[in-house]
C-alpha cells in the first residue's frame, strides 16, 4: 500500500487516558462518578465542548455547581489529570518509523479547548506530527461538514486523500473517510494494525 499520508485519531488510538481520572477518581469518587454520568454521558453537552461553543471552564462550573467541589481545586485537579494522561507508546514510536521512512503524519482529533493548551504541549506532539487538527479549534466535528477537518490536515499536509490512510478507533469515522475516497483502518489494536501495514 502507497500511504504518503498518516491520520491518527487521539482518543482510542494515541492515548487511553480519561479527563479527571488521574486526579478525583481516588480522592473524590463521587465527584468523578457524577462528572461521568451527567458530563460525559450527556453527548450533546460534550458535542458542544468539542465544537469549542463551551470551554473547560464552563464545565467546571457545572460540576462546581453540582457537586460542591471547590471550583479552584476541580480546576487544578483536571488540569492534573490532562498532564497525567498517558500516551501510547508505542503507537507513537509507529508514527515516528512512518515519519522517518518519508511518509506525512498528522493527528485529527474531536476533542477539547485544553488539547494544544495541556496535551500537544505536555508531549510535544507538534514536534512529531506535521499537522494537528482539533475540533474545539475549528468548531466542527470529525463528521460534521462531510468531514471537513480531514480536508483541512491533507491541505496542510500538501498530500490527495486517496493517498492517504486513517487510523481511528470508530466505524463510522472510517466509513465517511473511506466514502471520501481515502482508505481507513478500524484501530483496535496495534499489533493489528502493525500486520495490516505488512
Do not use: P
Not at 491520520?7 to 461521568?36: H, M, N, P, T
Not at 450533546?44 to 471547590?70: A, H, Q, Y
Request: net charge negative; aromatic share 12%; glycine share 8%.
Amino acid at each position: 500500500m502507497n500511504h504518503q499520508a498518516f491520520l491518527f485519531d487521539f482518543d482510542g488510538v494515541l492515548c487511553k487516558g480519561r479527563f479527571y481520572e488521574g486526579s478525583l477518581l481516588y480522592k473524590y469518587s463521587e465527584a468523578y462518578d457524577w462528572i461521568q454520568k451527567s458530563i460525559f454521558s450527556n453527548h450533546d453537552l460534550v458535542g458542544k465542548w468539542m465544537r469549542g461553543i463551551i470551554n473547560s471552564d464552563d464545565i467546571n462550573k457545572i460540576i462546581f455547581e453540582n457537586t460542591e467541589t471547590d471550583y479552584n481545586l476541580l480546576k487544578e485537579l483536571y488540569e492534573e489529570s490532562v498532564r497525567k494522561m498517558k500516551l501510547e507508546e508505542e503507537v507513537l514510536d509507529l508514527a515516528k518509523s512512518l515519519k522517518n521512512s518519508g511518509a506525512k503524519i498528522g493527528i485529527v482529533t474531536d476533542n477539547m479547548d485544553v488539547f494544544f493548551q495541556i496535551t500537544v504541549r505536555n508531549h510535544n506532539l507538534d514536534n512529531l506530527f506535521d499537522v494537528i487538527i482539533n475540533s474545539a479549534d475549528h468548531g466542527i466535528l470529525k463528521r460534521d461538514d462531510n468531514g471537513r477537518l480531514f480536508d483541512i490536515a491533507l491541505d496542510n499536509l500538501g498530500e490527495k486523500i486517496e493517498n492517504s490512510l486513517m487510523i481511528d478507533d470508530s466505524m463510522s469515522t472510517i466509513e465517511l473517510y473511506k466514502q471520501k475516497g481515502g482508505q481507513g483502518f478500524l484501530y483496535k489494536s496495534l499489533s493489528g494494525l502493525e500486520s495490516f501495514l505488512k
